[in-house]
């Protein structure tokens, strides 16, 4: 794999040098997990930073009464986590892979002094975490002011938005995750996610099987 093409993919480093890019794949580590395998836990040393080359990852939090919560789906393109960066902070949530992932591991350590070094990086930076915080800002007021059928709606379009293709006939979306999942994600019952995934299959609004989903978003209503 060439780790400087790959990198190059995340906007964190698209304007680098090819010098300057060369350096930050020198402390990248490939790493892999299949299906299922967890990449860390909440609660334990931070670590590293992922960069997510190809595959999905959930990131799961659990409340006081021992029930999971999935914060976030992640694909190819993304980093994680988003938080503890210049601190002695713990990871937020526990993270896996939802399917055969691909992931670049940078140290906590040597992250921390890249960004020190690259003050423009660290910028980038500073916007990426903007831009989560208006996501997650986004999040809870849908799951305020929305009902049932807007909360998987927004899911949607949220998930066509992040990781789906657009193709003549819609945008494809890679979506191998359960009505269970996603209920978990809107803060619905799995019933009613099947109820509302099955209306919008009869309205035309999605079409597919299994993992794989055509959205046709003017439908999406």
Same mark, same amino acid.
């Given at each position: 794999?060439?780790?400087? &093409?790959? #990198?190059k993919e995340f906007s964190l480093?698209?304007?680098?040098?090819?010098?300057?890019l060369a350096r930050v794949a020198e402390l990248a580590v490939l790493r892999q997990y299949g299906r299922g395998e967890t990449i860390f836990i909440e609660g334990t040393?931070?670590?590293?930073?992922?960069?997510?080359?190809?595959?999905?990852?959930?990131?799961?939090?659990v409340d006081e009464e021992g029930r999971e919560h999935i914060v976030a789906v992640?694909?190819?393109?993304?980093?994680?986590?988003?938080?503890?960066?210049? &601190?002695? #902070?713990?990871y937020p949530g526990t993270a896996?892979?939802?399917?055969?992932?691909?992931?670049?591991?940078?140290s906590t350590r040597a992250f921390d002094a890249l960004l020190r070094r690259h003050p423009p990086i660290a910028l980038k930076l500073l916007r990426v975490l903007a831009d989560r915080i208006v996501q997650l800002q986004a999040k809870l007021q849908e799951l305020a002011v929305y009902d049932s059928r807007e909360r998987v709606v927004a899911f949607l379009r949220h998930f066509a938005e992040e990781q789906g293709r657009v193709e003549p006939e819609g945008v494809r979306v890679h979506l191998p995750i359960t009505h269970a999942e996603i209920a978990q994600m809107v803060g619905l019952r799995r019933?009613?996610?099947?109820?509302?995934?099955?209306?919008l299959r009869r309205e035309g609004a999605i079409e597919g099987e299994r993992d794989t989903w055509v959205i046709h978003l003017e439908r999406l209503q």
């Amino acid at each position: 794999m060439n780790v400087s &093409q790959d #990198l190059k993919e995340f906007s964190l480093f698209r304007d680098l040098t090819p010098e300057e890019l060369a350096r930050v794949a020198e402390l990248a580590v490939l790493r892999q997990y299949g299906r299922g395998e967890t990449i860390f836990i909440e609660g334990t040393p931070r670590e590293a930073v992922y960069f997510l080359v190809r595959g999905l990852v959930k990131v799961v939090k659990v409340d006081e009464e021992g029930r999971e919560h999935i914060v976030a789906v992640l694909g190819k393109g993304q980093m994680f986590p988003h938080v503890g960066f210049f &601190q002695e #902070l713990p990871y937020p949530g526990t993270a896996s892979a939802i399917e055969q992932t691909t992931v670049y591991a940078i140290s906590t350590r040597a992250f921390d002094a890249l960004l020190r070094r690259h003050p423009p990086i660290a910028l980038k930076l500073l916007r990426v975490l903007a831009d989560r915080i208006v996501q997650l800002q986004a999040k809870l007021q849908e799951l305020a002011v929305y009902d049932s059928r807007e909360r998987v709606v927004a899911f949607l379009r949220h998930f066509a938005e992040e990781q789906g293709r657009v193709e003549p006939e819609g945008v494809r979306v890679h979506l191998p995750i359960t009505h269970a999942e996603i209920a978990q994600m809107v803060g619905l019952r799995r019933e009613s996610v099947n109820r509302i995934w099955n209306q919008l299959r009869r309205e035309g609004a999605i079409e597919g099987e299994r993992d794989t989903w055509v959205i046709h978003l003017e439908r999406l209503q």
